[in-house]
């Protein structure tokens, strides 16, 4: 059994004459993956009896973005997905026009064997399905509960778990008609729409979203804040998770995934917030900026004391006392530059021209810039690498 370009093979007659039957499917809704294709009986053909019988020298039609197949017994025999007119001619071997589908239908469609032989007659039972191609939109996920998230934030040293939950939608194409059928949906009646399959998608989504959440936090460092600037590194994440369950064992993937909202559970907020508040005081600048602010706070709610001024501010100065904060000093630490740090040992060279030992870019002596070389010092803890990490303490290299 195989599909004839009708093109190539109507010569001079006209296709409209020789056509026995002819099956084609209208515009697929956005919700729907496959449909039964139609058939239109020609005064010429002998079958008008079973819509489950092929003729031979029947006209079979596909539209762009969409993808027939051919079943006889239950079993695929055919596939097409490219659009045109075809027609039908049972002596010949599978067509498999698979158009932008790819190389990996063909290898799915060896693995499940030549049709079935009927000993030249025909087989009884022979149906045409249309599959949708295009991008299906509009399919709504969410978090019923908060799911874990990894915070580095290496400035203010932390490094902890939250929870946030996580709302938007995302998209699906059917990238192996053949699987989807064989392991999904089989010999459906008239319609397979996407709702019929929305629930099982969307649980095991969810289930992925976890560790690819962690893919983003962990190896990539992104703030939860930052995610909704990263769905196409969070599509790629959650695509090798569901590769097993989705595309090859489905014959679908991933399209796009978009996030309308990320939010952290309120305690867990106000405590990361509380500790990268902390850690910036650990610069005496913004310590004493923060002092400074805190004590003239503090004199006004003193000034407006309900018992008068004065009761006020003694208590504030014995606040102050009590808390035993150096001003004088803190100011004092502030004002201080950081003194330079010398060179990392080992990052001077010696100049191929002159001999000159050098520790900037361009010999001092007589300008001769410094040789490249693979070698880098770790910004952080001044220790000598030659890979992209720092095998001390792990720093990344500059770019």
């Given at each position: 059994m195989g599909l004839i370009q009708a093109a190539l093979a109507a010569g001079t007659s006209v296709l409209s004459e020789q056509w026995?039957?002819?099956?084609?499917?209208?515009?697929?809704?956005?919700?729907?993956?496959?449909v039964k294709g139609k058939k239109k009986v020609s005064g010429i053909s002998a079958n008008r009896g079973n819509d489950n019988i092929i003729t031979d020298g029947s006209v079979i039609a596909v539209a762009d973005g969409q993808c027939m197949i051919i079943v006889e017994q239950g079993k695929v025999v055919d596939i097409c997905a490219e659009p045109g007119?075809?027609?039908?001619?049972?002596?010949?071997?599978?067509?498999?026009?698979?158009?932008?589908?790819?190389?990996?239908?063909?290898?799915?469609?060896?693995?499940?064997?030549k049709r079935f032989e009927f000993g030249g007659q025909p087989a009884e039972d022979q149906r045409v399905y249309y599959f949708n191609t295009k991008e299906l939109v509009g399919n709504k996920y969410g978090t019923p509960n908060p799911i874990p998230f990894r915070v580095v934030d290496k400035n203010a040293n932390i490094?902890?778990?939250?929870?946030?939950?996580?709302?938007?939608?995302?998209s699906i194409r059917v990238v192996d008609p053949i699987l989807f059928y064989t392991n999904v949906c089989g010999n459906f009646a008239q319609v397979y729409t996407v709702d019929e399959i929305s629930n099982q998608l969307k649980t095991e989504l969810l289930t992925a979203l976890q560790p690819a959440l962690a893919k983003l936090s962990g190896e990539e460092g992104i703030r939860y804040s930052q995610i909704i600037?990263?769905?196409?590194?969070l599509a790629d994440a959650l695509n090798e998770q569901l590769s097993a369950k989705w595309r090859d064992l489905r014959g679908i993937?991933?399209?796009?995934?978009?996030?309308?909202?990320?939010?952290a559970l309120e305690e867990d907020e106000k405590r990361l917030l509380d500790l990268q508040r902390n850690a910036a005081f650990k610069d005496p600048g913004m310590a004493y900026a923060n002092y400074v602010g805190s004590v003239s706070q503090a004199m006004v709610d003193a000034a407006n004391n309900t018992a008068g001024a004065p009761t006020g501010f003694m208590a504030m100065n014995m606040a102050q006392q009590a808390g035993n904060i150096d001003a004088a000093a803190m100011l004092n630490a502030a004002q201080q530059k950081p003194a330079p740090q010398p060179a990392p040992a080992g990052n001077t060279w010696t100049c191929p021209t002159c001999g000159q030992e050098c520790t900037d870019?361009?010999?001092?002596?007589?300008?001769?810039?410094?040789?490249?070389?693979?070698?880098?010092?770790?910004?952080?803890?001044?220790?000598?690498?030659?890979?992209?990490?720092?095998?001390?303490?792990?720093?990344?290299?500059?770019?």
């Open positions: 026995k039957e002819y099956f084609y499917c209208e515009a697929i809704p956005a919700n729907v993956i496959a007119e075809y027609r039908y001619d049972s002596s010949t071997e599978p067509s498999l026009f698979t158009g932008n589908l790819g190389e990996s239908v063909k290898t799915i469609f060896a693995q499940i064997g490094d902890m778990d939250i929870r946030i939950r996580c709302f938007g939608e995302y600037t990263h769905t196409g590194e993937e991933i399209v796009s995934f978009g996030v309308s909202s990320v939010n870019n361009f010999c001092p002596k007589c300008g001769t810039k410094k040789p490249e070389s693979t070698k880098w010092f770790c910004q952080n803890c001044g220790a000598e690498n030659n890979g992209n990490f720092c095998t001390k303490c792990g720093t990344k290299k500059p770019e």
